[in-house]
């Protein structure tokens, strides 16, 4: 009898943890405190298995974003095979100005491009290279604010999910905010 009571009780338990597990694997979204990422530094956290960027760009590597523009295939996000969220439909791609968040996952094929932060002549990279991201598998290159440069095998600027600001300091990505 004593075996059947512990079965009995522990049924509960695992019916109650197992929607949590479900929704993780389904993407719940995810709270991150940006207060500690410092200007020209990027942080990856994890949302559907995937990784997401927020980077903090300084007033130089924002001013970048206009300097290349006429070298990018979708400077204003229009193309829709990864559609940017209205509120990132503008030039620095984010709600705030200096903080990018991306999936950090090439358009192409699916590689994870690197930083290259770093202006200027360098292997693999334009001598104007102003900053921003390489993808090694095929030599996609984006800019810091994840849209991709012309004839580049990529077809898409980097995927802008959905997110929204808690509080002026915590994102939460995964969710729109609701009206
Ligand atoms: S996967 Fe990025 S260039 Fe091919």
């Given at each position: 009898m004593g075996g059947v009571g512990a079965a009995a009780v522990a049924v509960p338990f695992v019916s109650t943890f197992q929607p949590s597990e479900r929704a993780k694997a389904a993407g719940a979204a995810v709270e991150v405190d940006i207060s500690a990422i410092q200007p020209g530094e990027k942080v990856v956290v994890e949302w559907r298995g995937k990784p997401v960027w927020i980077m903090k760009r300084t007033p130089e590597q924002l001013a970048a974003l206009e300097k290349i523009?006429?070298?990018?295939?979708?400077p204003n996000s229009e193309r829709k095979a990864y559609p940017t969220p209205e509120y990132a439909k503008n030039r620095h791609r984010s709600i705030k100005p200096e903080v990018f968040v991306g999936v950090?996952?090439?358009?192409?094929?699916g590689c994870s491009p690197g930083d290259k932060f770093s202006p200027g002549p360098q292997p693999?990279?334009?001598?104007?290279?102003q900053g921003g991201y390489l993808?090694?598998?095929?030599?996609s290159t984006f800019d810091l604010a994840g849209r991709v440069f012309k004839n580049k095998p990529a077809p898409d600027n980097l995927e802008v999910p959905p997110h929204y600001y808690v509080s002026d300091t915590v994102l939460l990505i995964g969710e729109e905010k609701q009206a």
């Open positions: 523009e006429g070298e990018l295939a979708d950090g996952i090439c358009t192409h094929l693999s990279l334009p001598d104007d290279w993808c090694a598998c095929h030599g």
